[in-house]
């Protein structure tokens, strides 16, 4: 009876692809000059070399954590429980916060392609640190078989850069 009311499953999610948070050129890792990102101590994925300073949402679902007094990396995550560490150039944690605007807060939904910070590419030059902003996939995510990265030099909004694919 009322089998109109019984609420639907949502479908399993085997993988899912990810845009570029940033518009610029997608680099490996191993670019990055920080070994815990080159490395691939914390994870995988790719890094972008900025073209301007705006990070976007690369998919929807919810924000997990932004770094509250530098403001420099954020962690954003998918409706599958997978989240995604973007960080924007490499120790701008020293700026305190200086050049960046956040425009969410922990706990907020977030749709593909919205805006989650701006950022002063020509303060963190000047303060002498590197742009290029690693988007990677934290180790110890149990839910995930493997991270592919797709072939893009070119890093757009609207093009997948990353394909995380999720255990069955």
């Given at each position: 009876?009322?089998?109109?009311?019984?609420?639907k499953?949502?479908?399993?999610?085997?993988?899912?692809?990810?845009?570029?948070?940033?518009?610029?050129?997608?680099?490996?890792?191993?670019?990055?000059?920080?070994p815990?990102?080159?490395?691939?101590?914390?994870?995988?994925?790719?890094?972008?070399?900025?073209?301007?300073?705006?990070?976007?949402?690369?998919?929807?679902?919810?924000?997990?954590?932004?770094?509250?007094?530098?403001?420099?990396?954020?962690?954003?995550?998918?409706?599958?429980?997978?989240?995604?560490?973007?960080?924007?150039?490499?120790?701008?944690?020293?700026?305190?916060g200086?050049?960046f605007?956040?425009?969410?807060?922990?706990?907020?939904?977030?749709?593909?392609?919205?805006?989650?910070?701006?950022?002063?590419?020509?303060?963190?030059?000047?303060?002498?640190?590197?742009?290029?902003?690693?988007?990677?996939?934290?180790?110890?995510?149990d839910?995930?078989?493997?991270?592919?990265?797709?072939?893009?030099?070119?890093?757009?909004?609207?093009?997948?850069?990353?394909?995380?694919?999720?255990?069955?």
């Amino acid at each position: 009876m009322f089998k109109w009311l019984k609420k639907k499953a949502a479908p399993r999610i085997e993988e899912f692809d990810m845009v570029a948070p940033i518009k610029g050129k997608v680099v490996s890792l191993e670019e990055v000059p920080d070994p815990a990102f080159s490395t691939k101590a914390m994870g995988d994925g790719i890094a972008i070399q900025p073209s301007e300073g705006r990070v976007t949402a690369p998919f929807a679902g919810k924000v997990a954590h932004v770094m509250e007094k530098s403001k420099h990396a954020l962690i954003i995550e998918h409706e599958s429980g997978v989240q995604v560490l973007i960080h924007v150039g490499i120790n701008t944690v020293s700026l305190k916060g200086q050049g960046f605007n956040p425009h969410v807060q922990v706990g907020d939904s977030i749709k593909a392609g919205q805006l989650l910070m701006e950022f002063d590419l020509d303060a963190i030059q000047q303060g002498g640190l590197p742009v290029i902003t690693p988007v990677i996939v934290p180790d110890g995510q149990d839910m995930i078989s493997h991270v592919e990265i797709l072939d893009h030099s070119s890093a757009s909004p609207d093009v997948p850069v990353l394909r995380v694919h999720l255990k069955a």
